[in-house]
């Protein structure tokens, strides 16, 4: 494994795994901040500003669940869902709220890290809670949405619309190749790498995502269209 360097925060209540995972990250570079609260996780995610949070579904009081949502006003770290109970109505709901990815219980803590490797090589947004106006020419533009995938940035009709990283990385994976279906497996060895292992529905989770954000929907296909069997290729805009 490469060293990296970061900030990370482990939001989990149970102190053993908690350090085990916070071990392994500081292994791999990064500076480790653990709570297992997880109204205390979002009041330290405002001071120490993590790339990454490695979080417990099943905290007591505030949930992974609700923690996330906070997170996701102010944060784009890269968050990685913990979960004792492998049935899917758990994961979407985590990924509902802006999760990037998940893993349960139990769990190699090298894949954990083989995972948060792969995905921190991509960069962040730089979300603040706000984007500004179009300040130069976007990229790639498909109707009234431009791409600015340098700046990471997206607009449609002029108004800045706030993706998350991974969110993102889907959007310009797919506008990358206009004319192109792409695969689920192939849209998770481009996002989350090809050492991600899991469920390829999660792709779906994050296309619903995307589409919500950008005022689009399975049926109309303006931006992001579903090729039934294949996976999904860019709309015109139309």
Same mark, same amino acid.
Do not use: N
């Given at each position: 494994?490469?060293?990296?360097?970061? %900030?990370?925060?482990?939001?989990?209540? !149970? +102190?053993?795994?908690?350090?085990?995972?916070?071990?392994?990250?500081?292994?791999?570079?990064?500076?480790?901040?653990?709570?297992? &609260?997880?109204?205390?996780?979002? +009041?330290?995610?405002?001071?120490?500003?993590?790339?990454?949070?490695?979080?417990?579904?099943?905290? #007591?009081?505030?949930?992974?669940?609700?923690?996330?949502?906070?997170?996701?006003?102010?944060?784009? +770290?890269?968050?990685?869902?913990?979960?004792?109970? +492998?049935?899917?109505? &758990?994961?979407?709901?985590?990924?509902?709220?802006?999760?990037?990815?998940?893993?349960?219980? =139990?769990?190699?803590?090298?894949?954990?890290?083989?995972?948060?490797?792969?995905?921190?090589?991509?960069?962040?947004?730089?979300?603040?809670?706000?984007?500004? =106006?179009?300040?130069?020419?976007?990229? %790639?533009?498909?109707?009234?949405?431009?791409?600015?995938?340098?700046?990471?940035?997206?607009?449609?009709?002029? !108004? #800045?619309? /706030?993706?998350?990283?991974?969110?993102?990385?889907?959007?310009?994976?797919?506008?990358?190749?206009?004319?192109?279906?792409?695969?689920?497996?192939?849209?998770?060895?481009?996002?989350?790498?090809?050492?991600?292992?899991?469920?390829? /529905?999660?792709? &779906?989770? /994050?296309?619903?995502?995307?589409?919500?954000?950008?005022?689009?929907?399975?049926?109309?296909? %303006?931006?992001?269209?579903?090729?039934?069997?294949?996976?999904?290729?860019?709309?015109?805009? %139309?």
């Amino acid at each position: 494994m490469e060293t990296m360097s970061g %900030r990370a925060m482990v939001v989990e209540d !149970e +102190a053993a795994l908690a350090s085990l995972v916070a071990s392994y990250l500081e292994r791999d570079g990064f500076e480790v901040t653990v709570t297992g &609260d997880g109204a205390d996780a979002v +009041a330290l995610a405002r001071k120490v500003d993590p790339d990454v949070v490695v979080l417990d579904l099943g905290l #007591p009081g505030l949930d992974g669940v609700e923690v996330c949502r906070r997170l996701r006003t102010f944060s784009d +770290a890269y968050v990685v869902m913990l979960t004792a109970r +492998a049935d899917e109505v &758990d994961t979407l709901v985590g990924l509902s709220v802006g999760a990037d990815d998940y893993i349960t219980k =139990p769990f190699s803590p090298r894949e954990l890290s083989a995972r948060i490797q792969a995905r921190m090589r991509r960069p962040r947004t730089g979300f603040t809670g706000e984007q500004t =106006p179009v300040t130069r020419a976007p990229d %790639r533009v498909f109707g009234d949405l431009s791409i600015d995938v340098l700046g990471r940035e997206v607009w449609v009709s002029g !108004e #800045p619309v /706030h993706l998350t990283r991974t969110e993102f990385d889907l959007l310009a994976a797919l506008s990358s190749a206009p004319g192109t279906v792409f695969s689920r497996a192939r849209l998770i060895d481009t996002v989350w790498g090809p050492e991600w292992i899991g469920d390829d /529905h999660l792709v &779906d989770v /994050h296309i619903g995502h995307v589409r919500r954000k950008l005022g689009d929907d399975a049926a109309q296909g %303006r931006y992001v269209r579903t090729v039934r069997g294949v996976g999904y290729r860019m709309g015109t805009g %139309r």
